[in-house]
């Protein structure tokens, strides 16, 4: 009877460790996020308090709620003008999903978390989409 109660008790208890790992990331990615850095498909953020006001960030809320503060017109060229888009987003597994408008219409993202801890997100971007608004 005991030979069969230990493997049980192991078995549960790494179900549990494991749904905590997942939370854990999920609420870790809650944060604002600034200063990307690419090398290739893979960006890498900074963990901040606030977005910059003259530069690219991402603020990953509670709820499924973020907001993106980026380029406001089609134009890259300097000096260009930074605002703030409101957005979605959900986790599965270790990918993050995310949905937000742009100046010219909506974008759709997926990232897959390569690390994460209290300074740096580390991402690979699997895909970005985007969908012009009806003019």
Do not use: H
């Not at 870790?28 to 963990?47: A, C, E, G, L």
Request: one cysteine or more.
């Amino acid at each position: 009877m005991k030979k069969r109660i230990i493997p049980f008790i192991l078995l549960v208890f790494t179900a549990i460790i494991s749904c905590g790992n997942q939370d854990e990331v999920n609420l870790s990615v809650v944060s604002v996020w600034v200063n990307p850095q690419y090398n290739d498909s893979i960006i890498t953020f900074k963990r901040s308090t606030q977005l910059p006001e003259k530069d690219y960030g991402i603020d990953i809320k509670t709820n499924g709620v973020l907001k993106e503060r980026k380029i406001i017109g089609w134009c890259g060229t300097p000096p260009v003008a930074y605002g703030d888009y409101d957005g979605t987003w959900i986790m599965e597994d270790s990918v993050l999903y995310i949905k937000a408008f742009f100046w010219g219409g909506e974008e759709t993202k997926e990232w897959k978390i390569i690390s994460i801890n209290e300074k740096t997100l580390k991402v690979k971007q699997l895909k970005v989409e985007y969908i012009s608004k009806q003019q």
